[in-house]
């Protein structure tokens, strides 16, 4: 059976209609393609309850990931990581910083994004990563974190082999949207 992932978008813009959402259309399809079953992306407000109720109701739909797209940066409405903070029990920051230092080759601006990635404290435990809401931005994060991942539930789940679950030649991470 294949792990359950989760994709949320965070976007007023995307929520209202005004733009259509082209980051949570790639992070499914990239996480589709790394072995996650994973449903359409939930697109909702830059609302700190929403974003809330969002990751509750993916971590109650058993998520082992859940990618966040949006809100990470520093304007009024950008508070996905104040939402995400209660969920996480263990920060990952060498994995955040990871993203952050990929994304700086991409854009400078990548200095500026707060995203968090971090586990949650229920067993099973999830993975929860904040992306930045531009489609090139969860480019770069999927490119980054997808090698990482069969080591990283191997650990989580105890199946550990000290360095047969890092296979970077074996995941697929989607081509660039059309």
Known sequence: MRPVAAVIVASDRCADGI?????????VRSLRDCGFSC??????????????AALAEALDQGARLIVTSGGTGIGPRDITPEATAPFI????PALAQ??????????PLAALSRGLV?????????????????????????????????HLFSQLDGTDDSAGGYRPHEMAVTEVLD
Do not use: W, Y
């Not at 733009?19 to 992070?27: A, I, V």
């Not at 990871?98 to 854009?107: C, D, M, P």
């Not at 949650?120 to 090698?147: F, H, Q, W, Y």
């Open 98 to 107: 990871l993203i952050t230092a990929a994304s700086l080759e991409q854009t």
């Open 89 to 92: 029990h263990r920060p990952l």
């Open 39 to 52: 449903a359409s992306a939930t697109i909702i407000d830059d609302d700190e309850s929403k974003i809330r």
């Open 19 to 27: 733009e259509t959402d082209t980051s949570g259309e790639f992070l």
């Open 118 to 150: 971090g586990l949650t404290k229920d067993s099973p435990k999830t993975l929860i990563i904040n992306a930045p809401g531009s489609l090139r931005a969860v480019e770069c994060v999927m490119t980054t974190v997808a090698p990482l991942l069969p």
